[in-house]
């Protein structure tokens, strides 16, 4: 089963914050993000492990609760870099790296 | 650079036509995933591999096989291609490592079945 992202868009000014959440109906093992520019191919932003490591991206935040199966990302004084399609990708018992329908987020100035 | 290659970024072909897409990863990476990305559905894994002459079914696999013969290449084939199966197609690839190897794709394969 795919994971549940919200919101399906986000429209931002520069500098403004927006949070993207991602759940799950299953007992999760990691959490992974990834951003897709238009044109282009998803590229890994950051993952995210039951029991509390992260890996990934210096600039992007993100919590995982493992008890409710969310995860959400935060991205902070928005810039123009920032527009794109956010994935959430989540991984259970079986291994298999399963993505949500992302969320669309466009920055204008 | 990590570099994911897809054979082919546009293929147009005809209902009943066998497809072969093509992908080459030179990381030496043991994972290897085909997705299907159609809009509103996001990423939709097909087949993956974690090793060579090894497959598992993802989430839609009907339709559709897989053949990985060398650790770098993976290869996804449409036996009979139906219009069903118009999308673009992504493969990825990644190291083996329990909580996710970060994924690197291909830039895709946008097939369109006539």
């Known amino acids: 089963q795919q994971p549940v992202q919200s919101p399906q868009a986000v429209i931002l000014r520069e500098g403004e914050d927006a949070v993207i959440n991602c759940s799950s109906s299953?007992?999760?093992?990691?959490v992974h993000w990834y951003r897709q520019k238009h044109g282009e191919a998803p590229v890994f932003l950051m993952i995210?492990?039951?029991?509390?490591e992260q890996k990934g991206h210096d600039k992007i935040s993100a919590s995982f609760n493992e008890k409710k199966q969310q995860s959400s990302l935060y991205l902070t004084a928005s810039q123009l870099s920032y527009s794109g399609t956010y994935f959430c990708g989540t991984e259970g018992r079986t291994d298999k790296l399963i993505f949500g329908t992302g969320t669309r987020l466009q920055v204008f100035p | 650079d990590v570099k994911v290659t897809q054979s082919s970024r546009y293929l147009v072909k005809r209902t009943g036509e066998k497809v072969f897409l093509e992908c080459v990863q030179d990381?030496?990476?043991?994972?290897m995933f085909w997705y299907r990305q159609d809009p509103g559905l996001g990423l939709r894994l097909i087949y993956f591999?974690?090793?060579?002459?090894?497959?598992e079914k993802g989430d839609i696999p009907e339709g559709y096989s897989v053949s990985r013969e060398k650790k770098e290449r993976f290869s996804l084939i449409l036996e009979s291609a139906s219009t069903n199966q118009t999308s673009m197609y992504l493969c990825?690839?990644?190291?083996?490592?329990?909580?996710?190897?970060?994924?690197?794709f291909g830039e895709g394969s946008r097939l369109t079945v006539l």
């Open positions: 990381m030496d990476h043991e994972n």
């Open positions: 591999s974690y090793d060579v002459k090894m497959k």
């Open positions: 990825a690839s990644s190291l083996w490592e329990r909580g996710g190897g970060e994924l690197f």
């Open positions: 299953k007992a999760l093992y990691s």
């Open positions: 995210l492990l039951k029991g509390g």
